[in-house]
């Protein structure tokens, strides 16, 4: 990348140059079309232009009184760079509650109407290796982690993805007052499991982390043995994300 004479950054490429310079502008806040224009110089025509472009591509988006602002789509490409950062501090945290918890310790992802387990720490003797082993892809319908996934969802996305599911809007109302999912038996019987929300940029949902083992060593209450210090372990992977 080369400089200009104003000392601004160049690729050589006009229209990513301006492009830019408009989202420089925007990531200070919501700004006008005339005030885009007078910041960076370049034309109203122009700005406008460029703007209604990455508005259709969702890079931005316009607030109630029509000022534009940065889009979701840079919300979920921060998202997507963040996911290796994501795996690179699980290891060390999963193992934690391990020892801490002596149940076994999960991250999963959720790819359409599935969780994906993308790190796992085995607890001693909890004897769910086979169901819940790295990779092993599980429904949205049913369990602590497919909670903890939705509870935060658009309203449109989750009516969608909660038709045929175990539980219901009011359990997932309880799940966003409390910070955190339970349940009992839900993949098998005598086990138990607490989710919590890992969030990236923006405050994103980009996991579950999940706590789950045998009622006998979780309780029937996993929530409120295990919730506090779940937030606390999700809480140290999302800081690597933002």
């Given at each position: 990348?080369?400089?200009?004479?104003?000392?601004?950054?160049?690729?050589?490429?006009?229209?990513?140059?301006?492009?830019?310079?408009?989202l420089g502008v925007l990531a200070g806040g919501p700004a006008s079309l005339r005030t885009l224009s007078d910041v960076t110089g370049l034309s109203r025509a122009t700005v406008h232009r460029l703007?209604?472009?990455?508005?259709?591509?969702?890079?931005?988006?316009?607030?109630?009184?029509?000022?534009?602002?940065?889009?979701?789509?840079?919300?979920?490409?921060?998202?997507?760079?963040?996911?290796?950062?994501?795996?690179?501090?699980?290891?060390?945290?999963?193992?934690?509650?391990?020892?801490?918890?002596?149940?076994?310790?999960?991250?999963?992802?959720?790819?359409?109407?599935?969780?994906?387990?993308?790190?796992?720490?085995?607890?001693?003797?909890?004897?769910?290796?086979?169901?819940?082993?790295?990779?092993?892809?599980?429904?949205?319908?049913?369990?602590?982690?497919?909670?903890?996934?939705?509870?935060?969802?658009?309203?449109?996305?989750?009516?969608?993805?909660?038709?045929?599911?175990?539980?219901?809007?009011?359990?997932?109302?309880?799940?966003?007052?409390?910070?955190?999912?339970?349940?009992?038996?839900?993949?098998?019987?005598?086990?138990?499991?607490?989710?919590?929300?890992?969030?990236?940029?923006?405050?994103?949902?980009?996991?579950?982390?999940v706590l789950d083992g045998p009622v006998t060593l979780l309780s029937r209450a996993p929530g409120r043995l295990h919730g506090g210090l779940l937030i606390d372990a999700a809480a140290r992977l999302?800081?690597?994300?933002?």
């Amino acid at each position: 990348m080369t400089g200009t004479a104003t000392g601004r950054p160049s690729s050589g490429v006009g229209v990513l140059d301006k492009t830019s310079l408009l989202l420089g502008v925007l990531a200070g806040g919501p700004a006008s079309l005339r005030t885009l224009s007078d910041v960076t110089g370049l034309s109203r025509a122009t700005v406008h232009r460029l703007a209604l472009a990455l508005e259709s591509i969702r890079l931005l988006t316009r607030d109630a009184q029509g000022r534009f602002l940065i889009g979701p789509r840079i919300g979920e490409l921060a998202d997507e760079a963040g996911r290796d950062r994501l795996l690179q501090g699980a290891d060390a945290v999963l193992a934690d509650l391990r020892v801490r918890t002596g149940a076994s310790a999960r991250l999963y992802r959720r790819q359409g109407d599935l969780r994906i387990c993308v790190a796992t720490a085995e607890g001693p003797g909890t004897g769910r290796q086979a169901r819940s082993a790295l990779g092993v892809a599980l429904p949205m319908k049913a369990g602590a982690g497919a909670q903890a996934l939705l509870a935060w969802e658009d309203p449109d996305e989750l009516g969608r993805a909660m038709r045929g599911a175990g539980f219901g809007a009011v359990t997932l109302t309880n799940v966003r007052r409390q910070g955190w999912a339970q349940s009992l038996g839900a993949g098998e019987l005598g086990f138990a499991a607490v989710a919590v929300p890992v969030r990236g940029a923006a405050g994103r949902v980009v996991a579950a982390l999940v706590l789950d083992g045998p009622v006998t060593l979780l309780s029937r209450a996993p929530g409120r043995l295990h919730g506090g210090l779940l937030i606390d372990a999700a809480a140290r992977l999302g800081a690597g994300l933002t």
